[in-house]
């Protein structure tokens, strides 16, 4: 009689290995598939991620279009087109239909896909609810026909399934097509294929993208960059973060004959000196096998590594957005919001965490037709990719819920949560590893230096703000008593030369020894009926009893520059920067300048999308206008102002006095502060 088998051996039976796609398909939510809205999403996010990508890696400046149609009541057509390098064939199945099978993983550099899961998830959810198989088409530029291939994935194996496969004539050069069917459900809304475009548009500049909506509905956000990114390169590991495990792992692994050559070949920041410095606090000679370290030798070895000072880590791994495209992004898609005001954009320098570097960047505005009496706008950034779900779980929102906000201007209840204002904040937090809270990299997971360079780089941006609201709490009162002295002086000056029979006096005098400031004033005049141009006209007026030689910049959208002013030529001009600047003749106590601007009427201008600042004047006698930002060159020398001011003061009264400013800039003056 056979012996029955233990509970043990019939559970041991009952044991076998599953595949990360069996697993994975029936944990779909894990990945962003468990709704029909934030599956669309998620579709439209990888293929868009992996475009970006490969444009970028390829040097090639992306030309992305996401068209999503109807077939059925609750099925979408989704097609991600790019205008990248394309795929070789063979390698179309293992890219498509293989969870985690990618190149990114093992990069120690900065790019939006890093575990090989996002568009074969995509393809996994699409013959899940629709049993269609994925329809890519691809073509590289050496060859003459491009790739047609239909495929699913075997999840019992995490294996390519070929369907059917075909050569198809392209007229392209090179670039991919991912179409897929799916159940899904598209409205617009902040968590829709439309919003995550507009924030990917915003921190991808250089990049023209396309959408084409289920209603046929076509939304274009153009390019507003010149130039693709510089391509991260690859770099070694940096110690400051490692953990006793992963140091342990690497000495073990390397095939390095010694310690020494180890930290100083597969370390990032150790120097000949540090190197010597590290070894002496570790009772090490250098020469020992990597193999022999381990248990109290380690963590005397880790803490040698962590305390020594090392060089920082290298940026060369990372791609920022910086400061200027940060602005250029924000004023290209948030136009229709018009903002008063655009704080200048934070760039944290570089940090480690787990040993890989990261940096914060943050991106401020405030005012125009954003709403003033609802929570700020908060975009989330990792990698250039939008983070539009799991705001609450995210270490972004919390950093920026913890900072209090009452101290820079915006209202916030007990000091915490998200405040209240006409604001929008932009966090892009840029790393070789995100450290993500799920594999549907949706939110930020907590880490103390990743908090401390969120908080640091927010509060400088917050300082910006709050020292805008000032200004503008002057400008406010100082331009409330000039429209009262205005009013009433002229009425005064009149109805006193009637009473006395005298004609009315020159008020300017007065006036200009009331207000004691440079006053500009920018002003729309509207375009004759039926005209094709309109008029920026801006005025400047010396209210102060001193001569001036004054210096105006003005800032505007690249895309609106005037291809030709109407009035003087400015004396400089950056147009993919969209500044111009003048240098006005000597301005006399209340006298006036004038400078006027033509743009096609197409563009649709207003004075309040451009910015204007001043040079040779101080913010506390300055109205109408920002003193010039301290990263900005001015032009005008501060000695050749000054001299315009002495020789005014020690003038004759009404008698004009000529500076020669324009000899000095010969003279190689410009470049004196």
Known sequence: MAERPTVAQQLAAK????????????????????????????????????????????????????????????RLRVAVDDNGPGILRRQIPNVFARLLYGSRFHANRQSRGQQG???????????????????????????????????????????????????????????????????????????SPFEYLKDTAIVNPHARIVLVEPDGTRVTWERAAPTAPPIPKEVLPHPYGLELGELASRLKATARPTVAEVLAREF??????????????????????????????????LEALRTVPLLPPSAESLSPIGPLLIKRGLRNVLGEIRPDFFAPPVSRPPKVRGGFPFLVEVGLVYGGELPPDQPVQLLRFANRVPLLFQQGACAVTNAVANLDW?????????????????????VHVASTKIPFTSEAKEAIAEDPEIDKEITLALQAAARHLRLHLSRRSRREQASEKFDVILRILPRLAEKTSALVGKPVPDLTPVIT?????????????????????????????????????????????????????????????????GRMWWTLPKLLPSARAEIALTFPRSSEIDADEVDFYEAGVDEAHLLG??????????????????????????????????????????????DEE
């Open 15 to 74: 044991q076998r290995e599953i595949s990360v796609a069996e697993f994975f398909e029936r944990n779909r939510q894990i990945l962003g598939f468990d709704n029909p809205l934030r599956a669309l999403l998620t579709t439209v996010k990888e293929g868009v991620d992996n475009a970006l990508d490969a444009c970028e890696e390829a040097g090639i400046l992306p030309e992305i279009s996401v068209e999503i149609a109807r077939e059925g009541t609750e």
């Open 117 to 191: 899961i996002g568009i074969s998830a995509a393809v996994l959810y699409a013959a899940l609810t629709t049993a269609r198989p994925a329809r890519i088409v691809s073509k590289v530029a050496e060859e003459e026909a491009a790739q047609v291939v239909e495929l699913l994935i075997d999840t019992q194996r995490n294996l390519p399934r070929v369907i059917s496969e075909d050569l198809l004539l392209w007229d392209r050069p090179h670039g991919t097509r991912v179409e897929l069917l799916l159940k899904a459900k598209y409205q617009r809304g902040r968590q």
């Open 268 to 301: 990032a920041g150790v120097t000949p000196r540090a190197l010597r410095e590290v070894l002496g606090r570790a009772g090490l000679s250098g020469k020992e096998k990597p193999d022999s370290i381990h248990g109290e030798l380690l963590e005397t070895l």
């Open 406 to 426: 009452r101290r820079y201007g915006l209202e916030q209840k007990g000091g915490s949560g998200l405040p209240s204002g006409p604001c929008l904040i932009l």
């Open 513 to 577: 020894r009331i207000m004691d400031v440079v006053y500009v004033n920018p002003s729309v005049v509207a375009a004759a009926k039926g005209g094709s141009t309109t008029t920026v006209r801006v005025e400047i007026v010396n209210y102060t009893p001193r001569a001036r030689v004054l210096e105006l910049f003005l800032e505007m959208p690249p895309a609106a520059f005037p291809p030709d002013p109407v009035s003087r030529s400015p004396d400089g001009s950056e147009p993919e920067l």
């Open 625 to 670: 206008a920002d003193p010039l930002p301290g990263d900005w060159e001015v032009r005008v020398p501060r000695a050749v102002i000054e001299a315009a001011e002495e020789a005014a003061a020690a003038a004759p009264p009404g008698e004009e006095t000529e500076v020669d400013y324009d000899g000095a800039k010969s003279e190689g003056a410009l």
